[in-house]
């Protein structure tokens, strides 16, 4: 059985169909399990508002540097991140605010033992700011995953 969703458009009173990203909405909604999902990136990698995702190994017993932004357009970064290391798991959100000249960092997160042993910070390099993560010597590399959501000017 095929579902249709229209969107009325109420200035015209007629039907219309709403565009993201030069597709249909249509593209990025699904009927199934008895429930419509929508399913479409919020935000593209362009503009004040940008969406990325970013996949890494974060190196045993090193410092490990991820860029995440540009010194000149992005002055809030948001982090959803996961890092596991062996048995030891960790979810958190970093929120990063840099006003030009100094990263400021927050870090919540809980994890399920305490072996994940990885603690960031931020700096810049030429035009990036970056996350530094750096690993206690736990005898083997970690797995970082994060969607990076900023705000720029």
Partial sequence: MSRRIVIKNDEKGDDGIFFYDGKTLEAYI???DNKFHFSAPIYDNSGPLSKITVSSA???NAI????????ETDRTIHLMYY?????????GTLRILYDEENGFIL????????LVGVVFSVDTYQ???????????????????????????
Wanted: aromatic residues 12%; without cysteine.
């Fill in 64 to 71: 490990t540097y991820i860029p995440i932004g540009d010194v």
């Fill in 83 to 91: 890092i596991q290391r062996g048995d030891a798991y960790r979810e």
């Fill in 107 to 114: 870090d919540d997160y809980q994890n399920n033992n305490e």
């Fill in 127 to 153: 035009d990036d700011i970056r996350l530094i993560a750096t690993a206690t010597n736990f005898g083997m590399d970690a797995d970082f995953k994060a969607i990076i959501q900023k705000i720029g000017i």
């Fill in 58 to 60: 974060i190196a045993n």
């Fill in 30 to 32: 699904k009927f199934y």
